[in-house]
Nanobody
Framework: QVQLVESGGGLVQAGASLRLSCAAS????????VGWFRQAPGKEREFVAA????????YYADSVKGRFTISRDNAKNTVYLQMNSLKPEDTAVYYC?????????????????WGQGTQVTVSS
């Protein structure tokens, strides 16, 4: 099993930056890819960013491309989501996810482990 714990969310004004962290524990050697997803009130959970555990492959949703960056520190078993130029429409609960099998994926069903989420609120 793998446990994921997100942190770093908060309330910020539009244009500000936040860095989310996702600490992985347990059988971390089984992780081949990680992703960030978000869910706004009344909306379905959606893909934000994903990366191979090695960092060699990264995908981003069009809505965050150029503003968000996914990265990881393998020594710390931690994945980050640097979010710049935040907009009110970025307001959501952000979830970290991990996948046991190779290949970076952007769909919710492709991930085996999920964190509890961290709230990000961007005021206008």
């Amino acid at each position: 099993q793998v446990q994921l714990v997100e942190s770093g969310g908060g309330l910020v004004q539009a244009g500000a930056s936040l860095r989310l962290s996702c600490a992985a524990s347990g059988r971390t050697f089984s992780i081949h890819a990680v992703g960030w997803f978000r869910q706004a009130p009344g909306k379905e959970r959606e893909f934000v960013a994903a990366s191979s555990w090695s960092g060699g492959t990264r995908y981003y949703a069009d809505s965050v491309k150029g503003r968000f960056t996914i990265s990881r520190d393998n020594a710390k078993n931690t994945v980050y989501l640097q979010m710049n130029s935040l907009k009110p429409e970025d307001t959501a609960v952000y979830y970290c996810a991990a996948r046991r099998t190779p290949m970076v994926q952007t769909t919710i069903g492709a991930y085996d482990y999920w964190g509890q989420g961290t709230q990000v609120t961007v005021s206008s």
